[in-house]
């Protein structure tokens, strides 16, 4: 399985899964095999056999990385907190829209909820 496919049955899951998801996805992808290459190739710089050193400059790079597909991540709802985030807002809405009118004809889905509100 893939990492795109991964992530796409994550999302769908989670049922936050739409297909304009797909370029982030295959961008997130991309960032972790770019973070894999960069691992490998700061091990490799480890001197007679003892950890690689962190003053390398492809540290550096591990890192920026790592604050990138952090930030992917979140932008798909793969982390607690982005998930909380984007639960939370639904359920609120949710719950206004029970109070208002008793109870909704259908009730919506997450993905309906993001799509309302980030115009998707």
């Known amino acids: 399985m893939t990492r795109e496919q991964m992530y796409t049955e994550q999302l769908q899951a989670l049922e936050i899964y739409d297909p304009a998801f797909d370029p ?71 719950r206004a829209g029970e109070l208002a009118e008793d109870k909704p004809q259908e009730e919506p889905t997450v993905l309906d909820f993001i799509r309302d509100k980030y115009a998707i």
Do not use: D
């Open 24 to 94: 982030e996805i295959k961008t997130l992808a991309r960032l972790e095999r770019e973070l894999t290459r960069a691992q490998k190739e700061w091990s490799k710089t480890a001197e007679n056999g003892g950890a690689p050193s962190f003053t390398e400059p492809i540290y550096l790079t591990i890192q920026k990385l790592r604050a990138e597909i952090l930030q992917h991540r979140e932008a798909l709802g793969l982390t607690p907190k982005a998930l909380k985030k984007i639960k939370g807002s639904y359920y609120e809405t949710v």
